[in-house]
Nanobody, 123 residues
Framework: VQLQASGGGLVQAGGSLRLSCTTF????????MAWFRQAPGKEREEVSCIRISDRRTYYYGEAREGRFTVSSDNARNTVYLQMNSLKPEDTGVYYC????????????????WGQGTLVTISS
């Protein structure tokens, strides 16, 4: 089983990026999938979560501002994180993670992690 994250890059403040996380070897519909990020010198924090079966979404911290949108494409076994109006403080490594079964809005932890993709926002 594998998670492959992509889509990071360098953009100016105010710009947009769409991150992708493609899964391999899972029953996609069974997954709860999450995005985390880790800013330089800070702890990893959860950004959002999506329950693939019903596409219910959850947002945490600054992601609640409405700039981020998580979505899924079942045909591609892929989850996306659309990030708009990016700020320098959004800079960090973004990770996707997954759990077969419930994870979103629980006190549990994902079982699987992708390799991370670097997002750098210039001011």
């Amino acid at each position: 089983v594998q998670l492959q994250a992509s889509g990071g890059g360098l953009v100016q403040a105010g710009g947009s990026l769409r991150l992708s996380c493609t899964t391999f070897g899972f029953i996609f519909d069974d997954l709860d999938m999450a995005w985390f990020r880790q800013a330089p010198g800070k702890e990893r924090e959860e950004v959002s979560c999506i329950r693939i079966s019903d596409r219910r979404t959850y947002y945490y911290g600054e992601a609640r501002e409405g700039r981020f949108t998580v979505s899924s494409d079942n045909a591609r076994n892929t989850v996306y994180l659309q990030m708009n109006s990016l700020k320098p403080e959004d800079t960090g490594v973004y990770y996707c993670a997954a759990k077969s079964g419930r994870y979103c809005s629980t006190y549990g932890y994902p079982d699987y992690w992708g390799q991370g993709t670097l997002v750098t926002i210039s001011s």
